[in-house]
C-alpha cells in the first residue's frame, strides 16, 4: 500500500506479514485484548476497486496485475511441460478478495482425521463453532451456519 491507516512507529508484540484471510483474523483474535499492540504489513493495494466487492468481479481480478501477484507454476510433467497461472491475491484481504466471495469448508471426515493423528482441537465438533462465528449465512443462525 502506498499510504498507511495509522503511523507504524513504536513497538509491537506481534508482527504479521500479510493482511489476507488468516492474518486480518489472527490480527482481530490478538487484538481482543487491548493491550496488545498487533502490526500487520501488507505488500498490495486497497480493496477499493468495485471488482473486489462483486462476485463476478473475479474475472476482472485474476490475472490482472493491479490484483493479482500473477504467479506461475514450473513446469509440470504431468501437464507435458505446461505451466499454470497461480492467482493469489494483491490486495488488502489477499486472495480471498479474487475468489468470487466463495468459501468451502472441508468435509467433517477430514477434520476428525487430523484429530485422531494427533492434533486435538481440530476435530470436527472443535472447528464448527468456529465456521459459525466468521459466517454470515443468508439464511440466518442455525446448527450448521452462523451469522458471525
Known sequence: MTDTLHPFDGEYDYVI??????????????????????????????????WFHIPVGYLFAIGN???????????????NGRTLNYPRGK?????????????????????????DTGLPGWGWDDVLPVFREIEDH????????GTG
Open 138 to 145: 443468508f439464511l440466518g443462525d442455525g446448527p450448521h451456519h
Open 65 to 79: 496485475p493491479r490484483s493479482d501477484w500473477m504467479f506461475e507454476t514450473t513446469a509440470q510433467p504431468g501437464l
Open 17 to 50: 506479514a500479510g493482511a489476507g484471510s488468516a492474518g486480518c483474523v489472527v490480527a482481530e483474535r490478538l487484538t481482543r485484548d487491548p493491550k496488545t499492540r498487533v502490526l500487520i504489513l501488507e505488500a498490495g493495494g486497497r480493496d477499493n476497486w468495485i
Open 91 to 115: 490486495v488488502l484481504g489477499g486472495s480471498s478478495a479474487i475468489n468470487a466471495m466463495i468459501t468451502m469448508r472441508g468435509q467433517a471426515a477430514d477434520y476428525d482425521g487430523w484429530r
